[in-house]
């Protein structure tokens, strides 16, 4: 198994929720690979599996059958005390609604998986002050999140995920919340991040905006994989 960072691969997931007679199936025989700092598009309907795969990829959930690989890693293997760590050190993840911390400044939020890792306050402080640079927010660190829009929210989100340097981002529906306008602008943020930091880039998303700017479209129907490559069927 290779372990290029930023590298996945997911063999034989199976998926299930509940138990005895209310046990459902979400996910079949689901394989995937993912290259080091491609930018992907994950897609299907509502119900078809996506989030699940998401959450079973970043750790948060354990699969019932299969294995999921990170940068060479078997994270399916790992106890929850080592998949935190994973987490911290490897993942960076960005949300639809950004779970932001309301009574932290832009810059405190940013910082914050920093002070997890045990970083000194003067590298968090120097680190967070150049992420949010990175997305244009210069003039917005000291700002709650109640002082922001909604598309500078989300670019304070990117930022905390990105101030890690990871070597995967995981996103859930990152467009979902704001204006087309506001959209495109996130979206293109996410590609330059991609590009300049050759950070992997996975995306749950309904937007055709986002499998047409993606390097691949993973499709999945029915808890099925069915398309791995091109626009949304």
């Known amino acids: 198994m290779s372990n290029k960072p930023g590298e996945l691969t997911a063999v034989g997931i199976n998926h299930s929720y509940g138990a005895g007679k209310l046990k459902v199936p979400v996910l079949y025989d689901v394989g995937l690979h993912i290259n080091n700092s491609e930018f992907i598009a994950l897609c299907g309907t509502s119900g078809s599996g996506k989030s699940t795969l998401l959450s079973l990829l970043a750790g948060l959930t354990r699969p019932e059958e299969g294995q999921i690989f990170i940068s060479g890693e078997e994270i399916s293997?790992?106890?929850e005390n080592q998949l935190c760590l994973f987490r911290r050190?490897?993942?960076g993840?960005?949300?639809?609604?950004f779970n932001l911390l309301p009574n932290l400044t832009a810059l405190e939020n940013?910082?914050?998986p920093l002070v997890f890792l045990g970083e000194s306050r003067r590298n968090r402080i120097k680190r967070?002050?150049?992420?949010?640079?990175m997305v244009g927010l210069e003039e917005r660190m000291k700002h709650r999140p109640n002082e922001l829009s909604g598309g500078q929210q989300q670019r304070v989100s990117i930022a905390r995920a990105l101030v890690t340097k990871p070597s995967?981002?995981?996103a859930d529906e990152p467009t979902g919340n704001l204006d087309s306008a506001t959209e495109e602008e996130i979206l293109i943020l996410m590609r330059e991040m991609n590009r300049e930091n050759k950070t992997t880039f996975v995306i749950v998303t309904h937007d055709q905006g986002v499998a047409e700017m993606s390097d691949r479209v993973i499709y999945l129907k029915d808890g099925r994989v069915i398309q791995k490559e091109g626009m949304l069927a």
């Open 77 to 79: 293997r790992y106890n």
């Open 168 to 170: 995967i981002v995981l």
């Open 110 to 112: 940013v910082e914050l």
């Open 93 to 97: 993840f960005v949300f639809q609604s």
């Open 128 to 133: 967070a002050k150049e992420m949010l640079a």
């Open 89 to 91: 050190r490897s993942m």
